[in-house]
């Protein structure tokens, strides 16, 4: 079994939608957890960084994480053509190992 | 503010010669270094991570190697290219102490032909 799981889709959605981005991942001790933007042929780009359970908002973006279910979601509001990059979430236990999804493809259709 | 660079940015090889990339961090000091390897639809792979100069842990056995020559600069090099290992490569830091978040470069994007 996979430590972090990520459905790769794609998922395109109409220009003003809200977007639903998932990982869920096996190994309890995960307690720091991330959100990366990446466009093409780029670095990935840290959207989002969320320290144990709970919400974390920034603009149009949402971080939620259910350690309980282990299990964490990336909200993007009126979403925008801007929007449209592949999205890794990555999480840690602390130390010098993070763990990554394999990405989902996000395009938002004008 | 911290910035990381790398270089260069797009690299085309033949199978058999040399490679050194080269990555380095500015805004902060005795950060975590890493190295990984972005395949379409597979992830990140860690190659290398460093906690500091000279010391270097692979994750992965191949015919890459890694060096920290100074604080905040991270080389990956290899003596003779194979075909796979072709790839988009990317440096990263994060803080020596509480490392809970990753900062990724720009990346390099290697072709062997």
């Known amino acids: 079994q996979k430590e972090v799981e990520q459905d790769p889709g794609p998922l395109s959605v109409p220009e003003g939608a809200i977007v639903s981005l998932n990982c869920t991942y096996s190994n309890s001790a995960f307690q720091y957890f991330m959100w990366y933007r990446q466009y093409s042929r780029k670095g990935p780009e840290l959207l989002m960084y969320t320290y144990s359970s709970g919400n974390k908002e920034d603009g149009r973006f949402t971080a939620q994480v259910d350690k309980s279910s282990k299990y964490i979601s990336l909200f993007i509001r009126d979403s925008q053509p801007s929007d449209s990059a592949t999205y890794l979430c990555a999480m840690s236990a602390g130390g010098n190992q993070f763990y990554f999804g394999t990405g989902t493809s996000l395009t938002v259709i004008p | 503010s911290q910035t990381i660079h790398q270089w260069p940015a797009t690299l085309v090889q033949p199978v058999g010669s040399p490679l050194s990339l080269e990555c380095t961090v500015e805004g902060t000091s005795n950060p975590n270094l890493y190295w990984y390897r972005q395949a379409a639809g597979r992830g990140l792979q860690l190659l290398f991570y460093?906690?500091?100069?000279?010391?270097i842990s692979s994750e992965v056995p191949q015919n890459l190697s890694a060096s920290r020559p100074q604080d905040r600069q991270f080389i990956l090099s290899s003596k003779k290219l194979l075909l796979s290992d072709s790839g988009f490569y990317l440096c990263?830091?994060?803080?020596?102490?509480?490392?809970?978040?990753?900062?990724f470069g720009p990346g390099t994007r290697l072709t062997v032909l």
């Open positions: 990263a830091w994060s803080k020596g102490l509480a490392a809970n978040e990753q900062f």
């Open positions: 460093s906690v500091g100069i000279g010391q």
